[in-house]
């Protein structure tokens, strides 16, 4: 059944699995991991791999501030959720986990905005690349657990509007890993 929010879960949704896949590939290229097992190859293709590495950490990070950014003109889960409950579309409970869960998360947001505001969507006149990146102090393990949470909270909002989920069963980091194996035995 439609709802007048389809829209913006859906925008929510994309943003989310893009933020995901961006993840996987950025951190299959950069991750302690499997870096050291393909630096070779990257640095044969330095020219390249460079370029992706910084291009997918960028995507992800701008992915990942728009679903929280708290804009009223643009599709953001913060004023979904004002929203969903001025026009009374879910419950009290269901309301304030939503809220309580985005709380939670709102540090690591913070940290995504810095990157996004200093570095990325703009170029900080009162901080350097490098300063921006010390204030943030983000670590991969908080951006996975930014995108792995948002997904479930998205699902935990679908699941009490319309009780349905969203498959977020996408992920890049087994064709990454099968390109840089390709290449690799090339």
Do not use: C
């Amino acid at each position: 059944m439609a709802t007048p929010y389809d829209a913006t879960i859906k925008e929510l949704q994309d943003a989310a699995t893009a933020a995901g896949l961006h993840y996987d590939v950025w951190w299959v290229l950069r991750g302690s991991d499997t870096r050291p097992k393909y630096v070779d190859i990257m640095n044969k293709y330095l020219g390249y791999f460079s370029v992706a590495i910084s291009a997918h950490f960028v995507a992800m990070l701008v992915a990942l501030y728009r679903i929280y950014e708290t804009r009223d003109d643009t599709h953001n889960f913060p004023t979904l959720v004002d929203r969903l409950e001025t026009e009374g579309a879910l419950n009290d409970r269901t309301v304030a986990s939503l809220r309580s869960q985005y709380a939670a998360l709102k540090p690591i947001w913070v940290k995504v905005s810095v990157l996004r505001n200093d570095v990325f969507g703009h170029r900080s006149l009162k901080l350097d690349v490098d300063a921006a990146f010390a204030k943030a102090g983000i670590s991969g393990n908080e951006l996975k657990d930014l995108v792995e949470r948002t997904k479930a909270l998205l699902n935990e909002l679908t699941g009490a509007l319309r009780d349905s989920m969203y498959a977020f069963n996408l992920s890049a980091t087994r064709d990454t890993v099968r390109m840089l194996d390709d290449l690799k035995s090339k």
